[in-house]
């Protein structure tokens, strides 16, 4: 494998020429891209946290014999 080849921007499609085999963006897009990622491992974290709610709420919903939306439709308040 060569480390260095011609390969397509990963987020704008442009050719980057002669580029590193790990670089996946053109200079203009890789800042761009760098917050991007920021913001998507943020909203990992809250998915992660919103996961583990969801892990919690579901193993009491089995202790009580119910099922995950049965038991958070129980609990939820009515909207309206
Ligand atoms: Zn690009």
Redesign the pocket.
Known sequence: MPKYSDRP?A??G?MMLHAYCSQR??K??APLVRSDDAIISRAKQRSKRAMSEIARVERAARAEGKTYGYYVALHEPQKG
Do not use: V
């Open positions: 921007c987020r704008c442009k963006y053109c203009a897009c």
